[in-house]
């Protein structure tokens, strides 16, 4: 059996015909990058589902889709547990009410090949995110390198988006925090970003390819902001250490 190239990851948790369009986009997204040469794995991976959301995926168009089930109730905790039982070189995340650009998994992919045969530790995020729904917006993001970087950037807003994509390893290397509500402490993507970069990884922009993220009323980004959670205090958010972030 040949090596998987890239691991497709769909979290997803109650959503059914939202996912409708989600599935359209990374099929698209998947058959460019066979295409191009590039092995995919497909995976959905369900953490508490609803009894709607588990039949709305046994329909015959997930046939390709290997099914992961989960029973923890934490978004990035499930990342950690995912990136261990797939099989692709690079895993790439994706929500189960967002959409990427068709041209993302093989633009990424050919981006990583070329960073890893020059030996740099590097994560690929799309350039644009176009926020749509309930709120929107449209943006771009930086290079790591560009010059308009700003470790001090981090203290207010997140760079990136949790969509990216990267080598299956870092996930075990750098591990997701746990999210802790009650507590007040949220944004597992955001503080993931932080310590990637303070682990010596990069973070890269593939020109040319968009996220459409889709705002709902209860999404985890607006729960975290209703509860004015903050980030888990880590060393590389100490004042003498956020420099580092280059």
Known sequence: ???????????????????????????????????????????????????????YFTQPIFSLWRK????????????????????????????????????WLVLGAQSL?????????????????????????????????DILFTPYYFYFLNYYDSLCMAPRELFSDVPYICSDFELGFALEDWLWNIQTIYAGWKHEIVKDTIIFKRRRDMSLVVKSSQRRTILWPVEALAIDEIAKLR
């Open 68 to 103: 992961l089930e989960f029973d923890i109730g934490d978004l990035g905790i499930v990342r950690n547990k995912v990136s261990t039982l797939s099989k692709g070189r690079w895993i790439a995340w994706l929500d189960a009410d967002d959409l990427f650009s068709e041209n």
């Open 1 to 55: 059996m040949k090596n998987i190239d890239i691991s497709v990851v769909l979290n997803v948790h109650s959503e059914t015909v939202v996912s409708g369009p989600t599935i359209r986009s990374a099929e698209s997204a998947i058959l460019i990058a066979e295409a191009a040469g590039f092995i995919v794995e497909r995976l959905i991976c369900f953490d508490r589902p609803s009894r709607e959301c588990r039949l």
């Open 113 to 145: 090949a070329s960073s890893r045969s020059s030996g740099d530790k590097v994560i690929v995020h799309p350039e644009m995110n176009l926020v749509f729904d309930g709120y929107a917006n449209a943006y771009t993001k930086l290079n790591q390198s």
